[in-house]
């Protein structure tokens, strides 16, 4: 794609009260990941570069079936929160989790969630003043 190309996502670096986050954000200007908050900017671009690389290769672990098998990292775990939505945090080669997804009321929307991320993962940075 294109730069500029309005179907392409992009990472959106910015400040908050405590730190430094990033936002993963679809063609459409949704948002479909949120990281941590960092407590520097080279942290977060590097949370960034986490997610470029084990975004596309992360195999997907689907723990609200009985008896799941376990993935090695990377991996997206898909899980079921207290408020019984669907959700999914992406973990790195060494189990830190670097990406977390909102809560969606059907399973079939957190794996097209996680399938946007894999082609997003290779997106711009930008930094939101």
Partial sequence: MEKGDDTMGKY??????????????????????????????????????????????AAVEDQTVEGFETCKHPKFEVYVDKAGEFRFRLKAKNGEIIATGEGYKAKKSC???????????????????
């Fill in 12 to 57: 959106v670096v910015k400040k908050t009260n405590t730190g430094i986050k990033f936002d993963l954000k679809a063609g459409n200007g949704e948002v479909i990941a949120n990281s941590e908050i960092y407590t520097t900017k080279a942290a977060c671009l590097n949370g960034i570069k986490s997610v470029m690389t084990n975004a596309p290769v």
């Fill in 111 to 129: 794996l097209n969630g996680i399938e946007s991320i894999r082609k997003n993962a290779d997106s711009e940075i930008f930094e939101e003043e």
